[in-house]
């Protein structure tokens, strides 16, 4: 907890010079009681004691007095609140390597899998699109907020020959430039994930993309997924099998050079965990919010707890 007028704390000494003073006031009570030498002379005249009844109201009261004072203090507390107007651009390979085996049931489907768990942990006011992309590139989703609108999307993609991953990081800067700014000319904060198995082969490089993200002022995070294991058949001769390795050094590249983040993903299960960890880093982000309303709140009910029982034990207000 952070203050935002931390010298206001210093109120706190008021109140604990009334602790003081509360005690010193029941020992001097004491030691009047104790010189009136006719006890039972004492007994007859002096009202029941109320006992230890008679102090609740007076420490509720010093507690309320307390809490009014950290809450004039302005107490902060950091809370992870959804961007709003926060775009996220989900670039899906669905080259055919994508076709390997070595993720179960294989790279293709584990991808939708993952995706379609990606947008279930997205904060509803987040625009997502989705790019579709082998030997091109294709905005299949326009970003939006419409979590069934994204999930067809990702059910309706196709595999295609080749892999364009500069020109699906252009098809996402494009997209997200459609994302009108706020009324002070202020472009939302986007990010593009790019989920890859591979490298490129056709299209724009991937360096000429990645300093279009640089320019942008577009953070660039890269999934590397599969193994290094993964093969497919040969579409030209169906008893070949050809080597899908994923190339890790391209995508750790772009994300390094566009200051995004690189994940690597050998399972359905592991590409979900990093979805998970982009969804919590672009999702949300950390600010500082006043809490002094939730204190000066709990000491209007400390003060009117003080009042009550005093009425009720005593008949009479504190």
Known sequence: MNFLSPARLLVLLVVAALVIAYVVMQSRRKA???????????????????????????????????????GFAQPTTTQKVPRERATILLAIDTSLSMRADDVAPDR????????????????????????????????????????????????NLK??????????????????????????GTAPPARVVLMSDGKTTVGRSDDTAAQAAVDAGVPVSTIAFG?????????????????VPVDRNALEKIAETTQGTFFEAASEGELKAVYEDIGSSVGYTNE?????????????????????????WFSRLP
């Open 227 to 243: 193994t290094d294991r993964g093969t497919i058949t040969d579409p030209r001769e169906p008893g070949v099998r050809i080597p």
């Open 32 to 70: 009047y009681a104790v010189k009136f030498t006719n006890i039972a002379l004492l007994d007859r005249v002096a009202p029941r004691k109320p006992g230890w009844r008679r102090h609740v109201p007076a420490i509720v009261f010093l507690m309320a007095m307390a809490t009014l004072v950290v």
């Open 288 to 312: 500082e919010r006043d809490i002094s309303a939730y204190l000066i709140g709990g000491a209007l009910v400390l003060l009117l707890v003080t009042s009550g029982l005093s009425l009720a």
């Open 159 to 184: 595999l295609g020959e080749s892999t364009a991953i500069g020109e699906a990081i252009f098809a996402s800067l494009e997209a997200i430039t459609s994302i009108p700014p706020d009324d002070e």
């Open 108 to 155: 293709f489907e584990a991808a939708k899998a993952a995706a379609q768990s990606f947008i279930d942990i997205i904060p509803p006011k987040i625009n997502v699109g989705i790019v579709e992309f082998n030997g091109s590139a294709v905005l299949k989703v326009s970003p939006t907020t419409d979590h069934e609108q994204l999930k067809r999307g990702i059910d």
